[in-house]
């Protein structure tokens, strides 16, 4: 259960938060929520597909790290450390342990305290402070603050680009039949995409609104995106590949 | 060339009248449409259930759903649900639900449930729906995408809205064009090849109207098909007695009633009394036999009914008079009889509107493309209607022979051997040894599917003894049982109420994708 509390630097003066990568922090997750204004950047690394909300009234923005719930294949184990293998991370990764919240007109800094990422340690080398001895705050709060700012405007942003998209009828549901190099059949459903026949389709006073919102550019990065469903088969093959190589140890 | 189809000409604008022309010309883009209708004739406004393929229907004339629920008041139906129809006592039920038994055809489902589980009403035991119709719940979720179901589901509907509704899509979209004008004359062709078909309609005020296929949906004046061509119509009242209702809309109690999902349907001392809840109100009546009861006795019944389910101590039904039949025939020369034109037995599970479409359906698959092709598709389609009716007689029949009930002479002449149709009577005789199945109904489009009547015979308990089968597979069958309950135990908290779903649709409209 998430144990959220307005963040201050009286309760929370030596509070540290860990920033190191791993599923023991809560990374292992199968996509993350993302906005138009990111897709450039992760466009590069994840694919970009787009869920049905709760109710069925939106359609969120995801990247794909894996292809079943929990399955996280950025994060990769070496000696011991664990890395996050991709250069960018989704600003909605990056906020953890810390939330937005609405206090009247004030946008202010929430944390879950029972995240993993809250250290139970105060020392020094337990993660990152968030205060000076003062009460000043921490470049990394400081940061922190502009990732949830930007963060929290983005998924302003996405509705009106989902509702966009929904107008125009730009989303189709698809599917990914993925044959592994193990020989088995898998198929990833449930996610929908852009339907580039209606995209081209549209007319031209259609396509300068989204231009102009930027949201013209934002729909062929996801479209860019999908190429990287191959590096993500990949990565599952040689995650596989990796566990039989234990097994085979293990059996002689 | 000119014995191509051009034109069509729909006569009549109630809900079959314009289902017929958006059926037709959205499939047919090419054709002219119109529709001429006069102006300030009532539709009859009864049949307000629909059957799961009112879903493609819509679809296919390309209307969305959402519009559809908010336009015509439109709830969910997900099947039926027969109160004291079997023996007439108090809690005697059974549910006919549009989703199929789960596993039908895998194993004998009706040897194991009547062996081993009879405690258990046999739909209540086969399918996962009869519990979702009991807790109210809707048949999809809010994400559900526009005509597509978790569960099987037609509707229920305001007919005069419905019409309404249609009528708008087909002027705006699908270019129909609309005569309001009163159709004085037939205006038949006098000599050539063509002599005998009809050659237009002389309107009152705006002159003849020409047309290549003329479709009588003009009700049960059947002004072309019965008033022109005296196509006579083949009564049916020795079989289905019923042929008279009395209606009436009632307020829910409370704004937040629940909202049911399937249409309760409950046996009287001659009829039943459909209640069909619309988000706005319920629509309720009594069917009934004028040979049986008399309207005043009939207008007491319902109003108890009424009284008795939370409604008004007073009500005024609208009267609603017809002769159970069908056609001999449903297309002569260049005209064809689509709706209560071409027949009416009772609102019974629900036919009318569905036999409206699977002839609309029928006409815009197979739309003659030259007069000559005319004659070939005319009797292919009047050979299949006539199936079709006989099939439906046969099953509605069907729910009055089981029945135990001998609390009138109503119910016990239904029984009486001169008036089952034959075909039900070697059909029942075949039942006796085994389940009804496909080889009963070999047609690729039948009415009714064998597991409707699998339904309806176990949910009122009629008993069969055959020697096992090495296909009955007991072991399968309760498999099949256990997966039907765990279907139930996944959807009841999953699926909203109906109630909370119509009210988010309103709101919000479901998804298109």
């Known amino acids: 259960m998430p144990n959220h509390a307005i963040l201050n630097n009286v309760d929370h003066k030596h509070l540290r938060v860990i920033t190191a990568r791993g599923a023991a922090y809560g990374d292992a997750v199968m996509s993350a929520l993302t906005f138009p204004a990111e897709f450039r950047e992760l466009q590069a690394h994840y694919p970009i597909v787009f869920a049905k909300n709760a109710d069925g009234t939106a359609f969120d923005a995801l990247a794909l790290f894996g292809f079943q719930s929990g399955e996280n294949l950025f994060l990769e184990e070496r000696d011991g450390a664990v890395r996050w293998d991709a250069p960018a991370i989704p600003l909605s990764v990056e906020r953890q342990p810390f939330l937005i919240g609405r206090g009247g007109e004030e946008l202010s800094i929430h944390v879950d305290l029972d995240h993993p990422r809250v250290s139970p340690s105060e020392s020094a080398d337990a993660g990152e402070s968030l205060f000076l001895t003062y009460g000043g705050t921490t470049e990394y709060l400081e940061r922190i603050a502009s990732v949830l700012r930007t963060l929290h405007d983005g998924l302003d942003d996405a509705r009106n680009f989902s509702a966009a998209l929904i107008e125009l009828e730009l989303l189709e549901s698809f599917v990914v039949d993925i044959e592994l190099d193990d020989g088995s059949q898998n198929r990833l459903g449930g996610f929908y995409t852009i339907n580039e026949e209606r995209l081209r389709a549209l007319s031209g006073e259609r396509l300068e609104r989204l231009s102009r919102t930027g949201y013209l550019q934002a729909i062929w990065m996801a479209v860019a995106s999908l190429s990287q469903f191959r590096a993500l088969i990949d990565r599952k093959n040689r995650s596989l590949t990796r566990s039989m190589a234990g097994t085979h140890a293990f059996n002689r | ?513």
Request: with cysteine; proline share 6%.
């Open chain 2, 1 to 513: 060339m000119s014995n191509t189809i051009e034109h069509i000409v729909v006569v009549g604008g109630g809900s079959a009248g314009w289902l017929a022309a958006a059926v037709i010309a959205a499939e047919h883009r090419h054709l002219r449409v119109t529709l001429v209708e006069s102006p300030g004739v009532p539709p009859i406004g009864v049949g307000e259930g629909t059957w799961p393929s009112m879903r493609d229907t819509l679809h296919r004339i390309g209307v969305s759903e959402s519009d559809f629920f908010r336009e015509c008041d439109a709830a969910f139906k997900q099947g039926s649900r027969f109160d004291r129809w079997v023996d007439g006592s108090d809690g005697d039920y059974y549910f006919h639900p549009f989703v199929l038994p789960q596993g039908y055809g895998d194993a004998n489902l009706a040897a194991a449930w009547q062996a081993r589980h009879r405690e258990v009403p046999f739909a209540d035991l086969a399918s996962f729906q009869p519990h979702l119709c009991v807790q109210g719940r809707a048949p999809k979720q809010a994400r559900t995408p526009e005509f597509a179901a978790v569960a099987n589901y037609g509707y229920h509907l305001d007919a005069g809205k419905f019409g309404v509704f249609l009528r708008t899509h087909c002027v705006d979209k699908l270019g129909v064009r609309h005569v309001l004008d009163h159709v004085d004359a037939v205006v038949p062709h006098e000599d050539g090849e063509r002599r005998g078909d009809i050659a237009g309609l002389r309107l009152r005020e705006s002159g003849t109207l020409t047309g290549d296929l003329f479709i009588d949906c003009t009700g049960m004046q059947s002004l072309l098909l019965g008033g022109h061509y005296g196509v006579p119509l083949l009564h049916q009242k020795h079989v289905l007695f019923n042929d008279r209702a009395l209606a009436v809309q009632v307020p829910y109690a409370t704004p937040d009633a629940p909202i049911a999902s399937q249409t309760t349907s409950t046996a009287q001392s001659a009829g039943w009394i459909w209640d069909i809840g619309l988000p706005t109100r319920r629509g309720i009546g009594y069917v009934y036999s004028s040979a049986h009861v008399g309207d005043e006795e009939a207008a007491r019944q319902l109003g108890d009914y009424v009284v008795a389910g939370g409604g008004p101590a007073s009500i005024s039904p609208r009267r609603i008079a017809f002769e159970p039949g069908y056609r001999e025939r449903f297309w002569q020369r260049n005209c064809v009889a689509i709706g209560l034109s071409a027949g009416f037995i009772e609102p019974l599970e629900a036919s009318a509107l569905a036999l409206v479409e699977m002839s609309a359906a029928w006409l815009a698959d197979d739309m003659p493309a030259t007069r000559a092709q005319m004659d070939v598709v005319a009797a292919r389609f009047n050979e299949a209607f006539t199936y079709r009716w006989e099939r439906v007689i046969e099953f509605l029949k069907l729910h009055y022979v089981l029945s135990t009930r001998s609390d009138s002479s109503y119910w016990i002449e239904h029984r009486q051997a001169g008036s089952i149709p034959a075909r039900l009577q070697e059909l029942l005789e075949l039942w006796r040894t085994r389940p009804p199945s496909r080889r009963d109904f070999p047609r690729i489009e039948e009415v009714f599917p064998s597991a409707s009547y699998q339904y309806i015979l176990y949910g009122m308990q009629f008993a069969f003894d055959g020697a096992p089968r090495a296909s009955d597979l007991p072991q399968e069958a309760d498999r099949h049982f256990r997966e039907a309950a765990r279907l139930t135990a996944q959807m009841l908290p999953a699926l909203p109420s109906n109630r909370a779903l119509l009210e988010h649709i309103r709101m919000h409209g479901l998804p298109r994708i």
